[in-house]
């Protein structure tokens, strides 16, 4: 079984820019298709549905978006209507809002719009998603956790999207100090490779397991595979944690990573 | 030559215990030899000198140190004057508190406290300083720098104390999300070391560079001598950094590193 399919993810760390250049979400729509594209807001996440949907929703047309409708549910009845269904598969392109990660995967989950999704997601249409909306992407996202000093057993996690295989995607990595609370993430598992995403920053992921960095700031991948000492089996809940040695790698714009060899890609001259 | 000399160093993240088992603070009277120890409190980093003098005092003398003398030197001309020279050089023990490393380095570079300062660390008296104390034991020491997005010539540096070569020493680290400031540190030139000290952990430096950590958080060391790709020579000012790969070691108290093999040491069992 491959952990990739033929689906492109693009994962943003959340602020990402909507009045300069908005570099994330032009790019987003040209993956979609441009001026052809059909574009679906999901606002699942939000408690504010109606505000943040009318915002990406005036960004998209403005940035030269296709057709753009926005999908509100805000209960699993909703999540399973055939007309929800119906609108989401004629999609080009989806984006998921932020807001909380457990708003999408608690009301979308196992649902009719879920599976969906899913579907989409295996043809090739871009799926984005920005803040909580990165969160879930993966097998195994963080719902929550402090900033500061990693220690074991300090994370609440939840089961994600299961879009992208085998990592663990943090958001406003840099900013709000996360870089503890991503290595407490893999040092439960090594075999998950750790994404940090920072504000204004994402990642485009191609369906060979290769991404591409877009944006301003960094995107830090954090792997344990090699580690040799951890003290994660041994200490109790709370403790500082041992994690060495540990593969780090920073990037930004233009350069991508290999999932599949967990290795860096050169900058890609333009 | 080599980078290490006879000399011991506690090298403290800052807001270490000063009021339940105080380990760091222990350990430092240990090191200085316990009942018998001459400890010279330095407190030339600080705005407040009186105050903080006598809450070490107090502390040195309450833990178990033996003869406890504050030596507060507040301009150039005093650390040149004799009377303050024999007292330093008495010490078996000296101890460095937080404040501003500038007025470290500024006032005491180059005279006479310097250089006797020096000789008593070459002569094995164990050196400790918490957090502007920590920061000076380098040979090149961060001074200012934003948390976040490490980004290429952001931080101000300056010649430090250089007690410890080699070495980028950064202190309060998981607390204050400084990662981003320490790699783009080691960016600058891979062949230092980073070395990330979280409040209340403290590194316990020996002759032979390997040094142990003791206290109740991490210590981050990050290396970039394997690095492959950077963009530190390529990039504007401001620009987000590339950094990849880099070897990072996350160590809690036992474990050890090894600074001249740049390796990790597994827990020593007590």
Same mark, same amino acid.
């Given at each position: 079984m491959s952990d990739y399919v033929d689906g492109r993810l693009l994962i943003i760390g959340g +602020? %990402?820019?909507? %009045? =300069? %250049?908005?570099k994330i979400l032009k790019r987003f729509i040209q993956e979609a298709g441009g001026r052809e594209s059909i574009i679906t807001v999901l606002t699942? +996440?939000? =408690?504010y549905p109606e505000q943040v949907g009318a915002q990406y929703q005036e960004l998209f047309q403005k940035l030269g978006g296709g057709e753009v409708q926005i999908l509100d549910v805000s209960e699993r009845t909703g999540a399973n209507e055939e007309s929800l269904v119906r609108q989401l598969e004629k999609s080009s392109g989806v984006f998921f809002t932020g807001g909380d990660q457990l708003r999408i995967t608690g009301i979308m989950g196992g649902t009719r719009l879920g599976k969906a999704l899913h579907k989409l997601y295996e043809q090739g249409v871009i799926i984005a998603g920005t803040s909580a909306g990165a969160s879930v992407m993966s097998d195994t996202m963080i719902v929550g956790g402090e900033a500061g000093t990693p220690k074991k057993n300090t994370l609440t996690m939840a089961p994600g @999207? *299961? @879009? @992208?295989?085998s990592v663990v995607v943090d958001q406003h990595f840099a900013q709000r100090g996360r870089i503890g609370r991503l290595l407490t993430a893999i040092s439960q598992n090594p075999y998950v490779l750790g994404i940090g995403i920072d504000e204004d920053t994402a990642i485009l992921v191609h369906s060979d397991g290769r991404f591409l960095v877009v944006g301003s700031n960094t995107v830090t991948v954090v792997d344990a *595979?090699?580690?040799? +000492? *951890?003290?994660v089996s041994e200490s109790s809940p709370g403790q500082a944690l041992v994690l060495t040695p540990v593969l780090m790698h920073v990037l930004s714009e233009g350069y991508g990573f290999d999932l599949k060899r967990r290795v860096a890609h050169p900058k890609i001259r333009k």
């Amino acid at each position: 079984m491959s952990d990739y399919v033929d689906g492109r993810l693009l994962i943003i760390g959340g +602020a %990402e820019d909507k %009045e =300069g %250049e908005c570099k994330i979400l032009k790019r987003f729509i040209q993956e979609a298709g441009g001026r052809e594209s059909i574009i679906t807001v999901l606002t699942v +996440a939000t =408690g504010y549905p109606e505000q943040v949907g009318a915002q990406y929703q005036e960004l998209f047309q403005k940035l030269g978006g296709g057709e753009v409708q926005i999908l509100d549910v805000s209960e699993r009845t909703g999540a399973n209507e055939e007309s929800l269904v119906r609108q989401l598969e004629k999609s080009s392109g989806v984006f998921f809002t932020g807001g909380d990660q457990l708003r999408i995967t608690g009301i979308m989950g196992g649902t009719r719009l879920g599976k969906a999704l899913h579907k989409l997601y295996e043809q090739g249409v871009i799926i984005a998603g920005t803040s909580a909306g990165a969160s879930v992407m993966s097998d195994t996202m963080i719902v929550g956790g402090e900033a500061g000093t990693p220690k074991k057993n300090t994370l609440t996690m939840a089961p994600g @999207l *299961s @879009l @992208l295989r085998s990592v663990v995607v943090d958001q406003h990595f840099a900013q709000r100090g996360r870089i503890g609370r991503l290595l407490t993430a893999i040092s439960q598992n090594p075999y998950v490779l750790g994404i940090g995403i920072d504000e204004d920053t994402a990642i485009l992921v191609h369906s060979d397991g290769r991404f591409l960095v877009v944006g301003s700031n960094t995107v830090t991948v954090v792997d344990a *595979s090699p580690t040799i +000492a *951890s003290n994660v089996s041994e200490s109790s809940p709370g403790q500082a944690l041992v994690l060495t040695p540990v593969l780090m790698h920073v990037l930004s714009e233009g350069y991508g990573f290999d999932l599949k060899r967990r290795v860096a890609h050169p900058k890609i001259r333009k």
